[in-house]
């Protein structure tokens, strides 16, 4: 038996999101406007909940300037799974938000002992993603926890605010919001904090509504973040938006990880590693043997291959009904659906990997 382990740092074991939405207090996504609907992440309810998003809608209707703010950890490959939060910066990006990037390697050195050096060269491959999937760095900013600015205004300003919303934070509140918690997570956990809040201040954006993506494990981090901005009384902030986001499977059907190979898909595998990937690791629905199958069905539910079709890789909704409807039925065997994923994503990889070649000698040039 696996053993339950959910923080921001760590997760395994079953999610129950059901149970988790009633614990943290956010909302279920209800119905959004057309623009929202046409992007497949918000359709399928792959985004299925929210803290403040009216806020953001808003500001989006009446063409007021907002920010999407996120985050990257610089361990491991890049891999399908990061494709979630990617598209959204995208997507966020079209609707006019300034795209703002924190790469967490100051976080990364506390909580995961990786050296500054090992996350810029990691950081600098995510970042290239981004841009090979569609992002404009023109309308972002991107910057690295452990030297935030060459303007020493806006420096300063970014790690005079974590300084300051540490004097509101106690012990006691730390161990509430994450439960076991050691010094270095804490200083993380405040500079997080000042990640999400600083596009705020006169040095960046001002008061604006920010939204910040994320899946529901980083939730914690969030609600440091509002209950630390209501108490500080030197700067006014827009309570911060999030949008919480379904985690992509890995392939044996566990939460995806950057540490585990076979858990993933990255974006740089071959057309020969997807086949054998899907092939060997994928977790199936279907039945144990293909009479059964025929007789029963299989689950989509549980299927790996369905679910990567539903997360990215069908866009075509009546398509996907077909394929549910055949897989559940048995008309459609495991093998035939797995064939059908391989094609899929190996379609959409080689025309990101050609992008990615582009996007890399864009980005070596920004950030050399």
């Known amino acids: 038996m696996v053993k339950e382990v959910f923080n921001p740092w760590e ?25 929202f609907t046409e992007n ?8 299925f909940a929210h803290r403040d998003f009216p806020r953001i809608l808003e500001a989006i209707k009446n063409k007021k300037k907002f920010v999407m703010m996120t985050g990257l950890m610089p361990t491991g490959k890049f891999h399908i799974g990061h494709m979630i939060v990617a ?13 703002y990037i924190a790469v967490a390697d100051l976080e990364a050195y506390n909580a995961r002992n990786q050296s ?5 060269k990691i950081a600098l491959d995510y970042i290239s993603n981004y841009v090979a999937l569609g992002l404009d760095l023109k309308k972002c900013d991107i910057y690295f926890q452990s030297d935030r600015s060459l303007e ?8 005079r605010l974590q300084n300051l919303l540490a004097r509101h934070a106690t012990f006691a509140e730390f161990k509430a919001v ?8 804490m200083v993380s956990a405040l500079l997080q904090a000042s990640d999400m809040l600083h596009a705020q201040l006169p040095e960046f954006e001002k008061e604006c509504p920010v939204v910040v993506p994320v899946g529901i494990d980083q939730d914690p981090h969030l609600r440091l973040a509002r209950d630390l901005s209501k108490r500080i009384k030197t700067n006014k902030f827009t309570q911060l938006s999030s949008t919480y986001h379904y985690f992509m499977p890995g392939l044996d059907g566990g939460k995806m990880s950057a540490s585990i190979p076979t858990s993933y898909i990255s974006m740089e595998d071959s057309a020969s590693e997807v086949k054998k ?50 897989y559940r039925s048995g008309k459609m065997t495991t093998g ?16 990101h990997q050609k992008k990615l070649e582009k996007a890399k000698k864009i980005v070596r040039e920004k950030f050399a």
């Open 116 to 120: 500054l050096e090992e996350s810029k």
């Open 87 to 99: 598209l959204q910066m995208v997507f966020y990006q079209k609707l006019g938000a300034k795209v």
């Open 152 to 159: 020493a205004k806006k420096s300063n300003s970014y790690y």
């Open 277 to 326: 990937k899907i092939n060997k690791y994928a977790f199936s629905g279907g039945k144990a043997t293909l009479e059964e199958h025929r007789e029963k069905g299989g689950n989509p539910d549980i299927d790996v291959s369905f679910q990567y079709l539903k997360f990215f890789f069908e866009e075509d909704d009546e398509k996907l009904k077909e394929i549910e409807e055949n």
């Open 40 to 47: 497949v992440l918000f359709r399928r309810g792959v985004i």
């Open 178 to 185: 994450y439960g076991e918690i050691t010094p270095g997570k």
């Open 336 to 351: 035939e659906l797995k064939a059908y994923t391989i094609d899929k994503i190996n379609s959409f990889l080689e025309k």
């Open 11 to 35: 997760v395994s074991g079953d999610i129950d999101y059901s149970k988790l939405v009633k614990k943290f207090g956010i909302t279920p996504m209800k119905e959004l406007p057309k623009i």
